[in-house]
């Protein structure tokens, strides 16, 4: 098998599976809860980006060799610059929605801070 047919194959089996990925993450449909859907959204986005450093790969893999050897191939060009990118924008997209708590205990509410308030000044 040569080199150009096994990333022609490559290229479809991961296509279709990450079609199918898509899919059963899309086909959710509207959910009642805020929070599940921001974590639906959150992970379709980390999907997206996985299937696109996977592309990058494969092309880094089996992609064509440079016409002069003194080049580098068009499938580093793309490995290098996913490398590059890729990685801060997941620590970016998993800081923004696991990072911060919102029902953090240890930090007072309104209601609370008022009565501690009260409570601190004798009244």
């Given at each position: 098998?040569?080199?150009?047919?096994?990333?022609?194959?490559?290229?479809?089996?991961?296509?279709?599976?990450?079609?199918?990925?898509?899919?059963?993450?899309?086909?959710?449909?509207?959910?009642?809860?805020?929070?599940?859907?921001?974590?639906?959204?959150?992970?379709?986005?980390?999907?997206f980006l996985a299937f696109i450093f996977l592309l990058a790969m494969i092309f880094y893999a089996l992609g064509p060799e440079p016409s002069q050897p003194s080049t580098e191939s068009s499938g580093k060009t793309i490995f290098d610059a996913c490398v590059k990118v890729i990685p801060p924008l997941v620590t970016l997209i998993i800081g923004f929605y696991f990072g911060a708590s919102q029902n953090n205990p240890s930090l007072p509410t309104v209601a609370n801070a008022s009565t501690t308030a009260a409570h601190t000044t004798g009244k």
């Open positions: 098998m040569s080199r150009n047919m096994l990333f022609v194959i490559t290229l479809l089996v991961v296509s279709v599976l990450a079609g199918g990925v898509a899919y059963g993450m899309f086909a959710v449909g509207t959910m009642s809860e805020f929070e599940k859907s921001k974590m639906y959204f959150a992970a379709s986005v980390l999907a």
